[in-house]
């Protein structure tokens, strides 16, 4: 867990209580080859000591790919979903421009699989159409599915199933209404949007917060920005003034009174006083104030 998380969890724990809702913990642990072992307990020790207390049991996606393949047979069946057969390369030589997360795919197996080709991936049909919706932080976001994306892909041969299918499958089972997580996903928003349609699933709200960066801007370094009980240090005895400073971060004004106190009254008085409409939209460092 680093600074990042922290801020994501602390924005999405308030704004749940806020509602007067469920703050629901998922560990997004698909690609288990490239878990950490012990990573998932020590997250939730981390949690635990920072105040947070979230309600119910949580989930593990890695537990859960049945659940995505019968997801994924559905699509197949209702003919909304189809094998590919095309390597990186290949889709390289034909596609147009790259999007900022990727090629656009341009449609070579959608009609079926070419002779000599073998299933590499399994591919969501889109069509020429806008998604859009209003996000609580970033405001009104649009993305044309045929010109941004194209087919995407919902799970690889080799790999797991994609996050887009496993987070709409989850989110629709555990009656999810709010989602609050980073901007670095407000790109792929309409991928999900789009699953949840043609699943016949409803759209919760999202609101999506802005990202810790290095100083000078660049991306954080986890290893130089843990925050983690694993990592060494007092975390107990800094839990307090660390929420603090993630909620100025997310651009509240804590009273000076909440100095020097325990994480259960900072979290308290966020959960009070939370205001959506004063977190900023750029991402920034974190400043860490004086102990």
């Known amino acids: 867990m680093h600074l990042g998380s922290l801020v994501a969890a602390l924005g999405s724990f308030l704004m749940a209580k806020r509602a007067g809702g469920a703050w ?4 997004e642990d698909l690609d288990l080859p490239r878990v950490v072992p012990g990573i998932a307990d020590d997250m939730l020790r981390t949690l635990e000591t920072l105040g947070f207390a979230w ?20 699509l197949m069946e209702r003919g909304l979903a189809y094998p590919c057969g095309c390597t990186r390369s290949e889709i390289a030589q034909i596609a147009s421009a790259p999007h900022e997360e990727g090629l656009i795919y341009p449609g070579i197996c959608r009609d079926g699989l070419p002779p000599q080709k073998v299933e590499r991936a399994l591919r969501v049909k889109v069509y020429d159409e806008v998604i859009s919706f209003d996000d609580q932080v970033m405001g009104h976001y649009s993305q044309h599915l045929t010109g941004s994306c194209g087919d995407f892909v919902i799970h690889r041969a080799d790999g797991p199933y ?6 709409v499958v989850d989110d629709a089972a555990a009656g999810v209404n709010q989602v609050v997580r980073g901007t670095d996903l407000l790109s792929s928003t309409p991928r999900q949007i789009y699953l949840q349609r043609i699943f016949g ?14 100083p000078a801007g660049g991306k954080l370094s986890k290893r130089d920005n843990a925050v983690s009980l694993a990592a060494g240090g007092n975390l107990a005895a800094e839990a307090g003034g660390l929420l603090l400073d993630a909620l100025r971060f997310l651009g509240q004004a804590p009273p000076q009174e909440l100095h020097g106190a325990a ?3 900072v979290l308290a008085w966020g959960v009070q006083h939370f205001d959506v409409a004063a977190v900023p939209r750029a991402s920034a460092p974190f400043d ?3 102990l």
């Open 263 to 265: 994480p259960g009254e």
């Open 201 to 214: 699933y409803p759209t919760p709200s999202y609101a999506h917060l802005p990202l810790v960066t290095g």
């Open 288 to 290: 860490r104030s004086p």
């Open 55 to 74: 309600d119910g049991e949580i989930v593990y996606q890695s537990r859960r790919t049945e659940v995505y393949r019968e997801a994924a047979h559905l």
């Open 162 to 167: 994609a996050y887009h299918l496993a987070v």
């Open 24 to 27: 629901l913990l998922r560990m």
